[in-house]
């Protein structure tokens, strides 16, 4: 098991994971300050001047948290994200400490990001991608499994991360349906270093997701979710309810669209809109009743991971030698 060293000053072993169209500035500038690791899509910004603008924001607003966490970045490693040259140079030279790539793992992105120290994360939903990943040298595996919001895997997490862990050494991260501090410690009990969050995040006051969204969230479960590719291309998790609202749910065509990242730039691809109203969670999202402030999340979460990591010993005890 490894956390970086680049990590030392967390106050929780969790990633808020970088979700498009909900990440902004704010709500990793809170997270980090809450000693937890925030992270954004560059393309969340329309251009790379605005990728830049959100940068420099984030970085003065840490600038005077000394205990501050790490910030991260989500980066689309794929032919069709034109700006990919662009926002990897404002990456070095802002010297981003975590990038974490998507789709592709590429060994000049990690040689790059590793030229100033900084740690690439790459996100995977099976073991092909894993070992791929692992040979171009990435610090860090992040396994996505089953139920995860955005485009989730089909694994168990049980399955993903003990067959990852035979191969790598590095840094491994689980995501999927991950929302409370009890959830974080099964993550490390699993054989995570570290746990990645996105769906509970939405429902944050930091968060730049609609509140009909954020109602919606708290109104649906586990069973709500629906696990399609004809908003993408590529598999992902939605809310039955927006799905229905689209007429997607009737539609059986197997899918309306190949994945194009390009398209998704700008905000004005139909893969951006797509995304502003048919909205993606996972299937955690059963447990979220409320959208609290950042750092009172953070807050009852290091409760319950407290609380959690000691009963697990004292519940266990009389089966331990
Ligand atoms: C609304 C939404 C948008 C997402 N957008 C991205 C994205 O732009 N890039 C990315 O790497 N992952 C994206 N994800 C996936 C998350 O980074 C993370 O893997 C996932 O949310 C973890 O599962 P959980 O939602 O069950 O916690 C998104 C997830 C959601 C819910």
């Known amino acids: 098991m490894s956390i970086p060293e680049q990590f030392s000053n967390l106050r929780l072993p969790l990633v808020a994971a970088p979700m498009f169209l909900v990440s902004g500035p704010e709500l990793v500038i809170e997270t980090c300050k809450s000693g937890v690791v925030g992270t954004f899509p560059a393309l969340n910004e329309r251009t790379s001047e605005g990728f830049e603008n959100w940068l420099n924001q984030i970085e003065s607003a840490l600038a005077g948290s000394a205990d501050a966490a790490p910030f991260g970045v989500n980066l689309i490693v794929h032919k069709t994200n034109p700006r990919l040259k662009d926002d990897l140079e404002l990456i070095v030279k802002h010297k981003v400490p975590l990038v974490i790539t998507s789709l592709g793992a590429a060994r000049d992105v990690v040689d790059a990001v590793h030229s100033y120290g900084g740690l690439v994360f790459h996100d995977v939903t099976n073991i092909r991608h894993a070992r791929k990943a692992a040979e171009a040298g990435v610090d860090g595996l992040i396994a996505v499994c ?3 919001g955005g485009h989730a895997g089909t694994l168990s997490p049980f399955a993903l991360i003990n067959e990852i862990r035979q191969f790598f050494n590095g840094t491994l991260l689980l995501a999927g349906c991950i929302s409370s501090g009890r959830d974080i410690a099964t993550a490390r009990m699993l054989g995570a270093d570290l746990a990645y969050a996105g769906t509970r995040f939405i429902n944050t006051r930091e968060s730049r997701a609609d509140d009909a969204y954020k109602a919606m969230i708290q109104a649906c479960g586990a ?5 399609t590719p004809k908003v993408s291309g590529i598999p992902a998790n939605f809310l039955q309810p927006s799905l229905a609202r689209a007429g997607l749910l009737d539609d059986d065509s197997p899918s309306r669209h190949k994945a194009d990242v390009g398209a998704e730039l700008a905000g ?4 951006a809109k797509a995304w502003k109203t048919i909205w993606s969670a996972g299937q955690g999202v059963g447990s979220i009743k409320d ?3 950042v750092s009172e999340l953070i807050t009852r979460m290091r409760r319950e991971f407290n609380d959690a990591s000691n009963g697990f010993n004292r519940d266990n005890s009389r089966f331990m030698e």
């Open 223 to 227: 069973g709500d979710i629906v696990y």
């Open 268 to 271: 004005a691809g139909e893969e």
């Open 291 to 293: 959208q609290p402030p």
């Open 146 to 148: 089953a139920g995860a």
